[in-house]
């Protein structure tokens, strides 16, 4: 199998770590790692080459050789345009929307595993790549708040005085929203939490959070499989209304909340903004997917009207040691599972398969996220 170094803008991961190597390794795996990859996560050629990997040249990778690809973001098409019919292919591939990547994996025959599709059930609990990631991001998020912000986050009792802890609101309590939560909290904040599912209220307490309450209206999102669906506009105005306040108290406010395959939910509105204080700070997970905050732009910092705006669209990737460990251990444990006697095994009445099979034997399995509805990564405004 193939660990190509990743070519996207600011990553920094790497889909497979000489530990992963190692253990693929013992399945009867051989990898071939480009040189290079590893180095910016901090895994050196060296390192693979002990753990029983073949480091290649950048400029003779064995695209038309290989039975498998493991990767963060895909490959180029120039690449995969080189791979022979029946290779695996597997990484955070971006389905929603992408129609040329789709045709080009079908006209390949490549069989492709998008693993923001794989089903979040128990059984799949060890791949769970949007978990160990999302963990990272609502880790490093509450840290880059509490770098930008002008004031402490602790509570401190001084000679010249006592200092009130910073609160900290959290949107969204998924993955990304319980890890900053806990984060926030570990560093003195006083955190405020929303969510459109009241499951998460125990969660969010549990950490020493205090939930708010969804606006109690009839149409309040529904929850299916654990991820709250798409929110109507009279239940965003009325979640906003109640935010508006919360706002106006808040030091740093991570944004984590998001609707999968649509756009992320706008909780935080222009006018909103304008109430918040001069010195405060906006961190937004979702900017990516248009945004929880008007404002934000995706990899960069705004200051407007003295509050900060940061659009983190790529935190795991600044976390890149820990961010490729993980990642290369789920992604180890999806490519055991799929090992077979001489062949992959891709059944798609597979429980971990079914969902997140995007191509198999030239055809598109996902056909209904492949139709675009999430916005591009566009300057949110
Ligand atoms: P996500 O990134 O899709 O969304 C983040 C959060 O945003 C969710 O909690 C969602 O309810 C919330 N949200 C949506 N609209 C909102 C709005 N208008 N206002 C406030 N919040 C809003 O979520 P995720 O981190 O991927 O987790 C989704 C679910 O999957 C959770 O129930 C989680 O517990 C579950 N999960 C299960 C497993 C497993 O069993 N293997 C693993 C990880 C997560």
């Known amino acids: 199998m193939l660990v190509p170094r990743e070519q996207a803008s600011g990553e920094r991961r790497v889909a497979a770590t000489p530990e992963t190597v190692r253990r693929l390794h013992s399945h009867g795996l051989q990898l071939q790692v480009e040189e290079g990859a590893g180095l910016a996560s901090g895994y050196l050629d060296h390192d693979y080459r002990e753990a029983g990997a073949e480091v290649v040249p950048t400029g003779s990778l064995p695209w038309d050789e290989v039975d498998g690809v493991l990767c963060l973001n895909p490959p180029a098409p120039e690449a995969l345009n080189r791979l022979r019919p029946g290779a695996l292919l597997v990484g955070l591939l971006s389905p929603y929307g992408a129609h040329e990547l789709v045709q080009i994996l079908c006209e390949r025959q490549t069989a492709s595993v998008a693993l923001e599709l794989l089903p979040r059930i128990s059984r799949a609990q060890s791949m769970d790549v949007l978990s160990s990631q999302a963990n ?64 998460v209220k125990e969660q969010v307490e549990s950490l020493g959070g205090r939930f708010l309450d969804p606006p109690e209206i009839d149409d309040r999102p529904a929850e299916v499989g654990g991820y709250a669906k798409e929110a109507s506009e009279a239940f965003l105005a009325a979640q906003r209304q109640q935010l508006a306040e919360q706002l106006a108290l808040a030091d740093i406010v991570i944004c984590t909340a998001q609707v999968p395959g649509k756009a992320a939910p706008r909780l935080i509105s222009e006018a ?75 059944d798609p009445a597979d429980p971990i398969l079914d969902g997140c099979l995007l191509t198999l034997e030239g055809v598109c399995r996902r056909p209904d996220v492949v139709a675009p509805t999430v916005p591009s990564n566009g300057a949110n405004r």
């Open 136 to 199: 990272i991001a609502g880790y490093k998020a509450v840290l880059m708040g509490a770098a930008a912000l002008d004031r402490y986050v602790p509570m401190l009792m001084t000679a010249a005085g006592t200092i009130q802890p910073a609160r900290v609101l959290v949107l969204g309590a998924g993955v990304a929203g319980l890890q900053a939560v806990a984060t926030a909290r570990r560093l003195g904040g006083v955190v405020y939490v929303s969510d459109v599912r009241p499951a």
């Open 272 to 346: 909103m903004l304008d109430g918040m204080r001069p010195g405060s700070v906006v961190v937004d997970l979702a900017v990516a997917q248009g945004g929880n905050c008007f404002g934000t732009v995706p990899g960069e910092t705004v200051e407007r009207k003295g509050v900060l705006l940061i659009g983190a669209d790529a935190l795991p990737a600044s976390v890149p040691n820990h961010a490729s460990a993980l990642y290369a251990r789920n992604v180890a444990a999806l490519v055991e599972h799929l090992c077979g006697e001489g062949d992959w095994k891709l």
